[in-house]
């Protein structure tokens, strides 16, 4: 397979030391998204569809997991109960949609939190963010109107101190918590839906042997099969199954965005189902954007350590030998391609790797390039703090640490109107 080389000096550093230094970024070269595995060239965009089967592929079997074939096609989705109210003082409508996620009595129970502008354009229609969250809906907003969320929380000292989590459920007391992470209202004022739901009710974000969540109904994950990433980015694509029999969202127009560990599985789920119309991927770092070449920050064996569940048991065979990975996560931006992609990066979050995610998204500007878009515009560096970049492919780096802020989605709005709307 060809390769892309980058010159670094290389590391002289024990496995274990998390690395902060670009002088002591290891020599590497990526794979070339632009290669059949059988080393033929993809010259044109038909080429690139049978090569884009083969890097899913290699993302299913050596990362990610596969998921289970069944519930990958398109299931029936029950829809358990709806309830309706007004919501931001009449401008919006607040919907509280309870979703059977498979036919199985074990099958859990996604709460989809939708919040659509009464403003809409055209014909009625809202484009729309559909994002995860960390700590449950009602922790996005403080209203009371919000459901509070009765899935299992993990239980931090302080949360429990606070008295915001007892016996790993939210109590009253959470509501709001996470309030500045969404801009809410803003999005709501820029015509746009806003739609959400807690990654717990998927599957509890723990190393259970896969005995919660999803996997109580389907059973321990086989060794090529999805991990908690997997089935969390499964769960995008089922909350999309039910935007898509919305009159009032326009499911072509919708955009699939997580932070962190979300945003790595906004990024997985965006690769996978091309119904999402841009994928925005908030300080998702190591098994994210970030590539894993770099060794910057969090690592391949760290993150394999650390969170067990999230990805498939075979990608532990890479830990520590990221050069021997079939893929890099350049590629899996290329997934994503043609469709727009917002990667987004913190300079204080270095344990993200804000250059290796900047990175990933330069070099998956060739596949963009091949399918006619201006992919991340004339940029080939790293840009400054605040300084917003690209075209197609866009990135930024705020200041900052870890988190997303007001800064981060004014230009996610931006990016919907220039690039989706
Ligand atoms: C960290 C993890 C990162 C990132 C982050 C988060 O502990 O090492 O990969 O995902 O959590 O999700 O906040």
Known sequence: MAAISLLFTLPVMADDEVNYDESKVPRFSLPDPLFFADGKRVVNPKQWQKRRGEILSLFEDHMYGQTPAKWG????????????????????????????????????????????PKQRPGEGKSPAFLTVNFRGNHT????????????????????????????????????????????????IDSGIAFATWYYSDVDPDFDDGFENGIHAA?????????????????????????????????????????????????????????????????????????????????KVTRINTNFP??????????NDRENELPIDQHMLISLIAPRPVYIASAVDDRWADPKGEFLSGLHADPVYRLLGTDGIGSTTEHPEVDQPIGKTIRYHMRKGGHGVTDYDWEQYIRAMQELVI
């Open 73 to 116: 096609a398109k299931e029936p989705l029950i829809v358990d109960s709806i309830e309706s109210t007004e919501f931001l003082n009449g401008k919006a409508t607040l919907h509280q949609v309870r979703l059977q996620l498979i036919e199985h009595p074990k099958s859990p129970m996604l709460d989809l939190m939708l919040v659509i």
């Open 140 to 187: 996005v907003h403080p209203s009371p109107k919000i459901r509070l969320s009765d899935s299992w929380v993990q239980e931090g000292k302080k949360e429990r101190e606070q008295g915001l989590v007892i016996d790993n459920r939210s109590t009253e007391k959470s509501r709001g918590i996470r309030a500045d992470r969404w801009a809410i209202e803003k999005i």
């Open 218 to 298: 389907l059973g321990k994950p086989g060794e090529k099969e999805w991990g908690s990433i997997g089935s969390w980015a499964w769960g995008f694509s089922r909350a999309m199954d039910y935007l898509e029999t919305r009159d009032d969202i326009n499911s072509s127009e919708v955009a699939v965005m997580g932070h962190s560990r979300l945003g790595k599985t906004a990024l997985w789920a965006g690769a996978q189902d091309q119904r999402f119309a841009l994928v925005i991927s908030n300080n998702s770092g190591c098994g994210g954007a970030a590539l894993s070449r770099r060794r910057f920050g969090e």
């Open 309 to 318: 569940h999230w990805f498939s048991d075979a990608f532990t065979q890479y």
